[in-house]
């Protein structure tokens, strides 16, 4: 997929996020984002900052020192994980009804998934300590 714009909403219709994007897909398996949404979080990766419409109805909670997860106030979609140093943002991809060229590109925190689920997918694979040197986080 080369670059392009997609806008995907909550259920509820209430927000809506546009978002440059190639299309990258990233499945995190680390504890948080599996206890948020009850599995791993497979999100798509901007290019760049997310515009937002209904931005009142967006709730944001610090779940670490370095992110916060958002969501809407109205119906609890999930709308975003952002790591707040590198404004790093990744969006569930469930929000995007037109996924066509949306591919998986990585897994993260990959020794924090739990044995009872695999993704057939070849990507690269990295471990919690790699995706902390990744970014900078301690």
Not at 11 to 25: F, K, N, R, S, W
Not at 88 to 111: C, V
């Amino acid at each position: 997929m080369t670059s392009k714009t997609v806008s995907g909403s909550c259920l509820c219709g209430a927000v809506t996020l546009t978002v440059p994007t190639e299309g990258h897909i990233e499945a995190c398996h680390c504890g948080m984002c599996r206890q948020w949404g009850g599995g791993p979080l497979l999100a798509l990766m901007p290019t760049g900052k997310p515009e937002v419409s209904g931005a009142d109805n967006v709730s944001a909670y610090s779940s670490s020192e370095w992110a916060e997860r958002a969501f809407c106030k109205s119906c609890g979609t999930h709308l975003y994980y952002r790591m707040k140093e590198h404004n790093n943002y990744a969006i569930p991809a469930g929000l995007f009804k037109d996924t066509g060229g949306f591919s998986m590109k990585e897994q993260i925190f990959i020794d924090k998934k739990p044995a009872y689920y695999d993704f057939a997918n070849d990507t690269p694979k990295l471990t919690q300590k790699e995706v902390f040197e990744k970014f900078g986080v301690s």
